[in-house]
């Protein structure tokens, strides 16, 4: 069964305290893989797109990387504005179906 | 641009009404989702259409959901009776078709069966 797991479920951070949140994925078949950002009372929001294995996409403070298994999210230098709920998703089979992780909520303190 | 439209953004309604959330997707996009994330599930595929046709329907949960795409700029999910275990965000998302292009979220409405 195809499956996405995100860790930690939360994660506590000092400004400036860089860190990383992980996405690992069992599934059949990978033709992309997503991160958003959601925050409270808000529907998830787009970062990036993933392909292949060894690609790697930056904005701003983030930067998302992908191996076979899985994709981190590299957060440089958080600032409290970062503050959100991550999520990954994937889409197995280029049918538009993602599966999506539980998330990591992110909460940087000043 | 003008992002993907949810209505309403809160509903409280009583166990057995019937209930009507609405989307209007984003100009020109032709796939369209629904959603539901919950504490306990997260975020989980209900349905989506492709061009106003619904294509894969296996998330809803029960015969008391359903979901109509009359045009390509308006959407329903119908609950009819209501449960209070259907009491959830429900969020609508839009992308266009073509590889891995992303799927742009609503801010969802929030549901609570009494």
């Known amino acids: 069964e195809d499956q996405v797991t995100q860790s930690p479920e939360a994660l506590r951070l000092q400004e400036g305290e860089s860190s990383s949140l992980n996405c690992s994925y069992t599934?059949?078949?990978?033709?992309?893989l997503f991160w958003y950002r959601q925050d409270p009372g808000k529907g998830p929001e787009f970062l990036f797109t993933?392909?292949?294995a060894g690609e790697e996409k930056e904005k701003e403070r983030l930067k998302a990387t992908l191996t076979k298994k899985e994709s981190f999210l590299h957060i440089t230098a958080p600032k409290p504005e970062d503050s959100a709920t991550y999520l990954c998703?994937?889409?197995?089979?280029?049918?538009?179906?993602?599966?999506f992780g539980t998330g990591t909520r992110l909460k940087v303190l000043a | 641009d003008a992002g993907v439209i949810q209505s309403p953004r809160h509903e409280v309604t009583e166990m057995g009404q019937e209930v009507t959330l609405r989307c209007k997707p984003i100009s020109g996009h032709d796939y369209l989702f629904w959603y539901r994330q919950t504490m306990m599930r997260g975020l989980e595929l209900l349905i989506y259409f492709n061009n106003n046709v619904p294509i894969d329907d296996s998330g809803m949960p029960e015969d008391r959901f359903s979901a109509k795409m009359p045009n390509a700029s308006f959407s329903t999910l119908k609950i009819q009776p209501s449960e209070p275990r259907d009491s959830a965000v429900y969020f609508c998302a839009s992308s266009w078709s073509g590889s891995n292009q992303p799927q742009h979220f609503g801010d969802g409405t929030r549901l609570s069966i009494l």
């Open positions: 599934v059949s078949g990978l033709r992309g």
């Open positions: 998703a994937v889409d197995t089979s280029g049918t538009y179906k993602y599966i």
């Open positions: 993933l392909y292949s």
